[in-house]
């Protein structure tokens, strides 16, 4: 078992949907988490850092943490065409140490 | 945050043969951290460098293989040697910024 396991998709979705984007993980000692958004030929960028269990909410993304389901998501509203990339999660026991990252989830946003 | 400007962006090897890849940093940081990310994989770390002391390599990853140089707290480069078609995959670099990893933009290897 992956120690940290994401749908690779491809998801491809309507411009206004809502996407779910999601990570299961099998360390319970994970506390950080974390999404990144990777354009095609660029490196990763973060998009959302998560401390522990709860939600995160910036603009049109919602990160949320259950930890007690080993479970992260990240939620995009009203997506554009501009969301269209591939998205990994990754965490660690210690910030920024040792972090562990998804397979990540390519996804598209049809105009 | 901090501004990686890595290179080259791609490149097309012959197998036996060796390439370098260059990250400069636009600030001095502590740690680079080198990854390999091929398709449908996860990112892996391949090792991280300090400046001043030799690289820590994670497991199944050496040395000889992926020979590390980081001369001062603003660059690093990472050797692939004695390339197999295997070793065909992205290569990144990247810092830690406070607030997570900042990434370059990646080398896009391909052995053949």
Known sequence: ?111 | SAVISQKPSRDICQRGTSLTIQCQVDSQVTMMFWYRQQPGQSLTLIATANQGSEATYESGFVIDKFPISRPNLTFSTLTVSNMSPEDSSIYLCSVDWGSGYTFGSGTRLTVV
């Open chain 1, 1 to 111: 078992q992956k120690e940290v396991e994401q749908d690779p998709g491809p998801l491809s979705v309507p411009e206004g949907a809502i996407v779910s984007l999601n990570c299961t993980y099998s360390n319970s000692a994970f506390q950080y988490f974390m999404w990144y958004r990777q354009y095609s030929r660029k490196g990763p960028e973060l998009l959302m850092y998560t401390y522990s269990s709860g939600n995160k909410e910036d603009g049109r993304f919602t990160a949320q943490v259950d930890k007690s389901s080993k479970y992260i998501s990240l939620f995009i509203r009203d997506s554009q065409p501009s969301d269209s990339a591939t998205y990994l999660c990754a965490m660690s026991q210690v910030y920024n140490n040792d972090m562990r990252f998804g397979a990540g989830t390519r996804l598209t946003v049809k105009p």
